[in-house]
T-cell receptor
Framework: TQLLEQSPQFLSIQEGENLTVYCNSS?????LQWYRQEPGEGPVLLVT?????EVKKLKRLTFQFGDARKDSSLHITAAQPGDTGLYLC??????????FGGGTRLMVKP | DSGVTQTPKHLITATGQRVTLRCSPR?????VYWYQQSLDQGLQFLIQ???????AKGNILERFSAQQFPDLHSELNLSSLELGDSALYFC???????????FGEGSRLTVL
């Protein structure tokens, strides 16, 4: 069982559609991060959210941290083929351990 | 380019063998993290070092060991390899211990 559960695991949509990816846990995290990974490469950080209820926007991507700091969501508006990849949420806990969710594999078709 | 270098990129070996994966962190980064990524389990945290000392341990098997050297590079040793050890092994480094992790491109291990 993953400490961080991501849903959905797979998502295939058409260009221009909106989507939301969820990252849920029963544990509290001091901060949550979202990474994006492309084939043959390591994950790359997109954003870090620290405060409960925090909302951050990165162009067409909107990230939200739950009020209780146990969950987060990533919303993409008007998805483009370049958004295709594996999206990973990760949470920092006590003990210097960054724990990753299982990932959401997104495919955006032109 | 993240600045983190991992070697080798690909490695094919047989069950029962031992391999060493190497990681050079970004210049100035004191923390090194090792993760295992397999198809069915996502990224699993193995171990973290900070300036040569072990700081956190995750689900690392007893057959696996790691160390960080005085020049800050790190090695992950995998012994008595099993088929299930086939995976991508990532190294990451960071400056601030709870900040951004910079990942290498990974070492793909195939155990036959």
């Amino acid at each position: 069982t993953q400490l961080l559960e991501q849903s959905p695991q797979f998502l295939s949509i058409q260009e221009g559609e909106n989507l939301t990816v969820y990252c849920n846990s029963s544990s509290v995290f001091s901060s949550l991060q979202w990474y994006r990974q492309e084939p043959g490469e390591g994950p790359v950080l997109l954003v870090t959210v620290v405060t409960g209820g925090e909302v951050k926007k990165l162009k067409r991507l909107t990230f939200q941290f739950g009020d209780a700091r146990k969950d987060s969501s990533l919303h993409i508006t008007a998805a483009q083929p370049g958004d295709t990849g594996l999206y990973l949420c990760a949470g920092w806990r006590a003990g210097n351990m960054l724990t990753f969710g299982g990932g959401t594999r997104l495919m955006v078709k032109p | 380019d993240s600045g983190v270098t991992q070697t080798p990129k690909h490695l094919i070996t047989a069950t029962g063998q031992r391999v060493t994966l190497r990681c050079s962190p970004r210049s100035g980064d004191l923390s090194v993290y090792w993760y295992q990524q397999s198809l069915d389990q996502g990224l699993q945290f193995l171990i973290q070092y900070y300036n040569g000392e072990e700081r956190a341990k995750g689900n690392i098997l007893e057959r696996f060991s790691a160390q960080q050297f005085p020049d800050l590079h790190s090695e992950l040793n995998l012994s008595s390899l099993e088929l299930g050890d086939s995976a991508l092994y990532f190294c990451a480094s960071s400056v601030v211990r709870t900040g951004e992790l910079f990942f290498g491109e990974g070492s793909r291990l195939t155990v036959l």
